[in-house]
């Protein structure tokens, strides 16, 4: 499924173990939650976070967030039971680390459909191993349930054997190859997280790299960092203004048969027009988002 466009400027982990948390996750600003089964959660505790967090979508209450439920990997014993339980949960996707092949993406597909999982129910991908990353193409068209992929920095940088620097060059060809397989299929792609929660001048760097490279937001492991990541993956008011002039624009000129027209000393063709509708159209999405969540 070519990904429904939505704000993902911030999509925060949350523990599945941690009652309080998925709580508290509905006071959150962030754009979406993923409702963590795997790292965060301790082999002696999986089922009970299974459990908790199907019942907590199951109840409600989060709003127009988009749900992630990150299920244990596929050679694990807890797998097979956090997808069937997950398919029916109401959560918008499951989200599957370490991928590696299409086929782990089809063998996923297989048991969420014969657990009766709806159709519009997305498969999102973790990608954050060597051998994923050179299959990012495959894996993006494997299934058409695909939603999106979410970059595993720090796996992906523990597996190069590189440092895990402030601007990440280590890893840009990883993270650029993410982002062509995903964009060429119409997927969602989210930056990975920054690890150092005392650092805010570092982190809201890194969301700016994110952005410049082109990723749609940030996954975060701290309510701390929601703000400064909705601020820099929101349009500016700037980059609005200037869209919706565009537009106007164009329109006008295309009313009279011109292909292109110049606004303010500046060349707009339709490419421009494309991208100028989409940041107006994200604008909006993210001005109602803010609205239901109360913020």
């Given at each position: 499924?070519?990904t429904?466009t939505?704000?993902r400027?911030?999509?925060?982990y949350?523990?599945g173990?941690?009652?309080?948390?998925?709580?508290?996750?509905r006071?959150?600003?962030?754009?979406?939650?993923i409702?963590?089964?795997?790292d965060?959660?301790s082999?002696?505790a999986?089922?009970v976070?299974r459990?908790?967090?199907?019942?907590?979508v199951?109840a409600?209450?989060?709003?127009?967030?988009e749900?992630?439920?990150?299920?244990n990997?596929?050679?694990?014993?807890?797998f097979?039971?956090?997808?069937?339980a997950?398919a029916?949960?109401?959560?918008?996707?499951?989200?599957?680390?370490?991928?590696?092949?299409a086929?782990a993406v089809r063998?996923?597909d297989?048991?969420?459909t014969?657990?009766?999982?709806?159709?519009?129910?997305?498969i999102?991908?973790m990608?954050?191993?060597p051998?994923?990353?050179l299959?990012?193409?495959?894996?993006a068209?494997a299934?058409?349930r695909?939603g999106?992929?979410?970059?595993?920095?720090?796996?992906?940088?523990?597996?190069?054997h590189?440092a895990?620097t402030a601007?990440?060059?280590p890893?840009?060809?990883s993270?650029g190859?993410c982002l062509?397989?995903?964009?060429a299929y119409?997927?969602a792609?989210?930056?990975?997280v920054y690890?150092?929660?005392?650092?805010?001048?570092g982190?809201e760097?890194?969301?700016?790299q994110?952005?410049?490279?082109?990723f749609d937001?940030?996954t975060?492991?701290h309510?701390?960092?929601?703000?400064?990541a909705?601020?820099?993956?929101?349009?500016s008011?700037?980059e609005?203004?200037?869209?919706?002039?565009?537009?106007?624009?164009?329109a006008e000129?295309?009313?009279?048969?011109k292909?292109v027209?110049?606004?303010?000393?500046?060349?707009v063709?339709?490419l421009?027009?494309?991208n100028?509708?989409?940041i107006?159209?994200l604008?909006?999405?993210?001005a109602?988002?803010?609205?239901?969540?109360?913020?």
């Open positions: 499924m070519a429904v939505r704000p400027r911030s999509v925060l949350m523990p173990s941690n009652q309080r948390a998925l709580e508290k996750a006071t959150l600003a962030a754009d979406g939650l409702l963590d089964l795997e965060a959660v082999p002696d999986k089922e976070a459990t908790q967090v199907v019942e907590a199951k409600g209450g989060y709003g127009g967030r749900l992630l439920v990150r299920v990997g596929l050679n694990t014993p807890w097979h039971a956090d997808v069937v997950a029916t949960s109401g959560a918008h996707a499951i989200l599957i680390p370490k991928v590696e092949s086929d063998q996923v297989a048991i969420m014969a657990a009766g999982a709806p159709d519009n129910m997305a999102w991908c990608m954050e191993t051998r994923g990353i299959r990012a193409e495959e894996i068209g299934s058409p695909m999106g992929f979410v970059m595993g920095t720090s796996d992906l940088a523990k597996d190069l590189c895990h601007l990440r060059l890893m840009v060809t993270l190859l062509l397989a995903a964009r119409g997927l792609v989210l930056d990975g690890l150092d929660l005392a650092d805010d001048s982190f760097a890194s969301c700016v994110g952005l410049e490279l082109g937001g940030k975060l492991i309510p701390k960092t929601v703000d400064a909705n601020r820099v993956f929101a349009p008011e700037r609005i203004e200037w869209s919706q002039k565009i537009i106007a624009a164009h000129a295309a009313a009279e048969g292909g027209v110049v606004v303010d000393g500046k060349l063709e339709n421009h027009v494309e100028a509708k989409r107006v159209k604008a909006e999405q993210i109602e988002l803010s609205a239901d969540l109360g913020k």
